[in-house]
């Protein structure tokens, strides 16, 4: 039964999140970093690319749009430059990873019949640790979330955007009075460009804590094991 409501959990988390896409117009492929949800219709990502240029356009498609020089594919961000792995892996590992710490439990009740106190622990333990293990996974099924844009004014910058495998990191850099914000790896953040390792850290009012939805994530994991 844990391991049932835990599932429902973590597939329910992932739909809250929606399927989400590579979205740029007539660019080059590896330089389409910008990243949306994809309305509830639209249940493909997909890429266009121009014959006799290195050009492409990426968004949104429905099943039904897709053929001829569109590719299509169903993964969370499929449409990058480069491979991604798919959320469904995420899921495949979580309940893997709890499969594998509920068996554990069960050869523990065998082995520790005879103390009552101590297969108690054993269970609480094995619980705690299946719902950290869930935890982690679900922190970086959905990505670092960085403000994006190049304005004058930093509190105009409201673009938002899910960063790709490997940038790791939220930057601001002022250049010649313009702010440019977006989505960096860490081994590139040197002066003046200023990085942040939490979801839109690089906004122009200061973001304090935690992320309030992976509390509020642990919180209903810990409900649900303990």
Not at 80 to 98: D, G, K, M, Q, Y
């Amino acid at each position: 039964m844990h391991l049932f409501g835990a599932l429902c959990l973590f597939v329910t988390l992932s739909t809250a999140c929606g399927l989400r896409c590579y979205t740029c117009t007539a660019t080059q492929p590896r330089s389409c970093i910008d990243t949306k949800s994809c309305p509830v219709i639209f249940n493909r990502c997909y890429s266009l690319k121009f014959d006799g240029y290195d050009m492409v356009t990426k968004g949104c498609q429905t099943s039904i749009a897709c053929g001829g020089a569109m590719a299509c594919c169903e993964g969370d961000l499929c449409n990058s430059a480069t491979l991604t792995r798919p959320s469904v892996v995420l899921l495949l590992v979580s309940s893997a990873a709890i499969a594998l710490l509920n068996s554990h439990s069960e050869e523990g009740v065998l082995i520790h019949s005879a103390g009552i106190q101590s297969l108690c622990f054993s269970q609480f333990m094995m619980r705690l640790y299946g719902a950290l293990i869930l935890f982690m996974i679900l922190s970086t099924a959905c990505g670092l979330k960085c403000y994006t844009c190049v304005s004058r004014d930093p509190l105009s910058c409201l673009r938002k955007t899910s960063c790709p495998e490997p940038l790791d990191r939220c930057f601001s850099v002022n250049v010649t009075g313009y702010m440019t914000k977006g989505c960096r790896k860490e081994t590139n953040c040197v002066k003046p460009i200023s990085c942040c390792e939490e979801d839109f850290c690089n906004s122009a009012i200061m973001l304090n804590g935690p992320r309030v939805a992976l509390l509020l994530v642990s919180s209903a994991i810990t409900a649900l094991f303990l």
